[in-house]
């Protein structure tokens, strides 16, 4: 698959539909594969965190899952072809498990947030089988894995944030026995309405950031990560001419 390195991190060249081709093949593979979506706050910790930084780069998929990563892929002279993101591809996943009977399990966010999740999913696409769901907030991490693993999932769909998605599902997918994993960020809240998706207009403009700030004013912090992501691309893009 053609990819692009922003920072050292790898990034996949994909659309929606070429992605949603390879997660087809991850299942049909039975083997288990890791999917990252990848926004400008992973590159940045990647950055520091070397086995973040592994994890993403030995992937299966990385989709571009922000503006900030479309933005640098065009000072770079090699523009990736389309935003593909964790709520865009999990919604998609839930349509495509429930046309082929592929179990799903949802993990993460606060307790009752996965319950709202799936039965939203569930709303949408009826026959979607649900394994299971928990929320990220547990101490007894082998104790998770155990209950992924007897649920028979075939997707996981993991909402706890950057780094700890992407780790929890690198060190735990063999024993869990899933097809694909994807680490989700705040797909649950979303999913089961207690955040709410900048309007498509603000998306297609690169400005969810705007409305997720407007929302929740405790982000700031991620989102100071994107101007911190654009110096970095721009330093390093100077270093190079
Ligand atoms: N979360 C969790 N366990 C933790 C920390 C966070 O399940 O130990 C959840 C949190 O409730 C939220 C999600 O992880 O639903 C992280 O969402 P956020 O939008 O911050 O993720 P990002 O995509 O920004 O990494």
Not at 37 to 44: I, R, Y
């Amino acid at each position: 698959m053609d990819s692009i390195s922003l920072l050292g991190i790898r990034i996949d060249k994909i659309t929606f539909p070429t992605a949603m081709e390879a997660v087809k093949d991850f299942i049909e593979s039975g083997t288990p594969h890791i999917i990252v979506t990848a926004d400008a706050s992973a590159v940045v910790i990647a950055q520091e965190d070397k086995v973040l930084a592994e994890i993403i780069n030995s992937a299966d998929l990385v989709t571009p899952d922000s503006s900030g990563i479309m933005i640098a892929s065009k000072w770079y002279g090699s523009p990736l072809p389309q935003k593909v993101s964790g709520v865009d591809l999990a919604v998609e996943m839930a349509d495509l498990a429930a046309r082929e009977g592929y179990p799903m399990f949802l993990l993460g966010a606060a307790p009752g947030v996965a319950e709202e999740a799936a039965r939203e999913l569930v709303r949408r696409y009826p026959p979607l089988k649900i394994a299971g769901v928990r929320d990220g907030f547990f101490t007894d991490e082998s104790e998770v894995v155990q209950a992924v693993a007897a649920s028979g999932a075939k997707i996981l769909l993991v909402a706890m944030g950057i780094p700890r998605q992407e780790k929890f599902i690198a060190g735990n997918m063999e024993r869990m026995g899933i097809s694909v994993g994807m680490g989700v960020g705040g797909t649950f809240d979303v999913l089961s309405g207690r955040v709410t998706r900048a309007p498509q207009w603000m998306r297609r403009h690169g400005l969810e950031w705007v409305h997720r700030l407007a929302s929740n004013p405790k982000k700031i912090t991620k989102v100071a990560t994107l101007p911190r992501f654009l110096w970095m691309v721009l330093v390093d893009r100077l270093r190079r001419i």
